[in-house]
């Protein structure tokens, strides 16, 4: 069974701190992205990574692909009441299948 | 250009009914796929539909099947609802030969009692 691990599960913390999500697998991922979800709602996708050792930056957000392409982090700078929600992050082992599987989460918490 | 839709919002059932939830993908997309996220959790696949025919799927029970329609519209059907299938469903949509980036719906929160 492919599972896609991330930690921390629960995370709390105070406006302006930094932060780092990590989602980790023993299985190899053709591509990987991670999503942001509000409650209720569908996930929002943030990133698509594809190339080993790859790191984008999205604002305030960087997220990096080992380079074996098994595991990825997702850190925030200065976070902000408004990146509160829940983290999740997807592989897909064969390109072009979208058949993906999703880490257990991470939710985040930012208090003013 | 409207993103992917799904539709009802919410839907309550009881035990042992038979539900249709119902999915758009975004504009351009053939592939739809579709999960489960039980409360608390991340999604799980269910399957995934391309060109009308069921192309891969999760471990799921017979009691969810689905349908493409010809203008990549997709249902999902799940038979004798039990309690354990109250979730949020998602409706994911993709291109074929595209760069693997699937957009998600809003869901259909689907409660059984």
């Known amino acids: 069974t492919q599972l896609l691990e991330q930690s921390p599960q629960f995370l709390s913390i105070q406006e302006g701190e930094n932060l780092t999500v990590y989602c980790n697998s023993s299985?190899?991922?053709?591509?990987l992205q991670w999503y942001r979800q509000e409650p209720g709602e569908g996930p929002v996708l943030l990133v698509t990574?594809?190339?080993?050792?790859e790191v984008k930056k999205l604002k305030r957000l960087t997220f990096q692909f080992g380079d074996a392409r098994k595991d990825s982090s997702l850190h925030i700078t200065a976070a902000q009441p408004g990146d509160t929600g829940l983290y999740l992050c997807?592989?897909?082992?064969?390109?072009?299948?979208?058949?993906?599987?999703f880490g257990t989460g991470t939710r985040l918490k930012v208090l003013a | 250009d409207a993103g992917v839709t799904q539709s009802p919002t919410h839907l309550i059932k009881t035990r042992g009914q038979q539900v249709t939830l119902r999915c758009s993908p975004k504009s351009g997309h053939d592939t739809v796929s579709w999960y489960q996220q039980a409360l608390g959790q991340g999604p799980q696949f269910i399957f995934q539909y391309y060109e009308e025919e069921e192309r891969q799927r999760g471990n799921f029970p017979d009691r969810f099947s689905g349908h493409q329609f010809p203008n990549y519209s997709s249902e999902l059907n799940v038979n004798a609802l039990l309690l354990g299938d109250s979730a949020l469903y998602l409706c994911a949509s993709g291109s074929t030969g595209g760069t693997d980036t699937q957009y998600f719906g809003p869901g259909t929160r689907l409660t059984v009692l």
């Open positions: 990574v594809v190339t080993g050792g």
């Open positions: 997807a592989g897909a082992t064969t390109s072009g299948t979208y058949k993906y599987i």
């Open positions: 299985s190899v991922f053709s591509s």
